[in-house]
Every structure is written in structure tokens, then in C-alpha cells.
């Protein structure tokens, strides 16, 4: 089973910028779907971005224009590029895969700051 691992997180000021990363264990290529997703305090983690192996990709509506998810395959590592942060950004960042109904193991995430 590809296991996943996130990095890139930290603290920034309202209006920086921050690069995720998400390093797969095996190859990426041949998955459904990649996704990266967010969790605060008290809510449940929701979807941030996706991308679908047929090159189809979509965004919250609340990272619409600010967020940019793509793969590497070469590398098997799925990037989300996260520009003009706002506060309500703030939580931790977990990737995750989809492939033949099934999800991968949720990694242990990497924590978001943005300060006003």
C-alpha cells in the first residue's frame, strides 16, 4: 500500500505564500485520484483539491484562484502550491490517494499557520 507523507507546512503572514509537498512511497501514476485536504479543530476534514487521472482538477471553492495542486510522477510527489493565504487557511494539510475504491492511510499531516 503506497504510504504518503507531507511537508512544507509553517507559519506565514496573511497574504504569503506556502508549497506543500507529498512524497508517495510507489508510484502515483496509476492512481484515480490525488487529493489534498485540510482539517481544523472541531470540523471534519474536507477537501482542499483534486486531481484526476484523466487531468481533470478541481478546488474548494474558498481556494478557488489561490491554490494550485499537480503531480509529479517522475518523482511521485503531489504538490499544492498555496498563494495569497488568508487566515481561515489555517488547519493541518493531508494528502491522500484514491484508486479502484479504495483510499490510502492518512499520513500525519502538515500544520498551516497564517497569521492576520
Known amino acids: 500500500q503506497v504510504q504518503l507523507m507531507e511537508s512544507g507546512g509553517g507559519l506565514v503572514q496573511e497574504g504569503g505564500s506556502l508549497r506543500l509537498s507529498c512524497a508517495a512511497s510507489?508510484?502515483?501514476?496509476?492512481?484515480?485520484?490525488l487529493s489534498w485536504y485540510r482539517q481544523v479543530p472541531g470540523k471534519e476534514r474536507g477537501v482542499v483539491a483534486v486531481?484526476?487521472?484523466?487531468?481533470?482538477?478541481t478546488y474548494a471553492d474558498s481556494v478557488k484562484g489561490r491554490f494550485t495542486i499537480w503531480r509529479d510522477h517522475a518523482t511521485n510527489t503531489v504538490w499544492l502550491q498555496m498563494n495569497a493565504l488568508k487566515p481561515e487557511d489555517t488547519g493541518v494539510y493531508y494528502c491522500?490517494?484514491?484508486?479502484?475504491?479504495?483510499?490510502?492511510?492518512w499520513g500525519q499531516g502538515t500544520r498551516v499557520t497564517v497569521s492576520p
Open positions: 510507489g508510484d502515483i501514476s496509476s492512481m484515480d485520484a
Open positions: 486531481s484526476i487521472r484523466d487531468g481533470t482538477i
Open positions: 491522500n490517494w484514491w484508486h479502484d475504491n479504495a483510499r490510502g492511510p
